[in-house]
T-cell receptor, first 115, second 112 residues
């Protein structure tokens, strides 16, 4: 399978715990994005990388959230001191990074439940 | 005003009919527009992208873009029950950023 992959697919945690999610983009894609989606809403942008550089981060994103893409390949999203409001589907997407075409392809998502 | 607006639906159409899904956006400099299909519990799947005014056809799907009216639509011809899903409109709102702004989606029901 050469699509975007995410791990884990489901995560249940207790409030106050830290969680980390991993995303592996399509191999030739140099842009990687993280979105969050709650029920009945469209995906909400969190952050994106071009290669290893984090180029943009949502102003709405709490300091408890951090993302890395250390070698320009896979990325991790960490949430510290989770809260019940963090419960959502966390989606990763990647794109080829051609200036004229920026079609983003999504992975299957990680569903987080904070108890 | 939201940056990308869609009617949440549900939009119900009979099998074989044309489904018309609409999206408006607020940023006049937006250049790139995308339609995604999302089945319940699954992640969004790209259906169409459109960058220029006019129509773009791909199989049973036609995307229409009118930048002057800040309006993009998706037509689904010969709708099938398997088309029942939520359709998300996404806009890359300006140059210099590659993030998408999504609408809340329109839920489509195709009745057999």
């Amino acid at each position: 399978d050469t699509g975007v992959s995410q791990d884990p697919r489901h995560k249940i945690t207790k409030r106050g715990q830290n969680v980390t999610f991993r995303c592996d983009p399509i191999s030739e894609h140099n842009r990687l994005y993280w979105y969050r989606q709650t029920l009945g809403q469209g995906p909400e942008f969190l952050t994106y990388f071009q290669n290893e550089a984090q180029l943009e981060k949502s102003r709405l994103l709490s300091d408890r959230f951090s993302a890395e893409r250390p070698k320009g390949s896979f990325s991790t999203l960490e949430i510290q001191r989770t809260e019940q409001g963090d419960s959502a589907m966390y989606l990763c997407a990647s794109s080829l990074g051609d200036r004229d075409h920026n079609e983003q392809f999504f992975g299957p998502g990680t569903r987080l439940t904070v108890l | 005003q939201k940056e990308v607006e869609q009617n949440s639906g549900p939009l119900s159409v009979p099998e074989g009919a044309i489904a018309s899904l609409n999206c408006t956006y607020s940023d006049r400099v937006s250049q790139s527009f995308f339609w995604y299909r999302q089945y319940s519990g699954k992640s969004p799947e790209l259906i169409m992208s459109i960058y220029s005014n006019g129509d773009k056809e791909d199989g049973r799907f036609t995307a229409q873009l009118n930048k002057a009216s800040q309006y993009v639509s998706l037509l689904i011809r010969d709708s099938q029950p398997s088309d029942s899903a939520t359709y998300l409109c996404a806009v890359q709102i300006s140059s210099g950023t590659y993030k998408y702004i999504f609408g809340t989606g329109t839920r489509l029901k195709v009745l057999a």
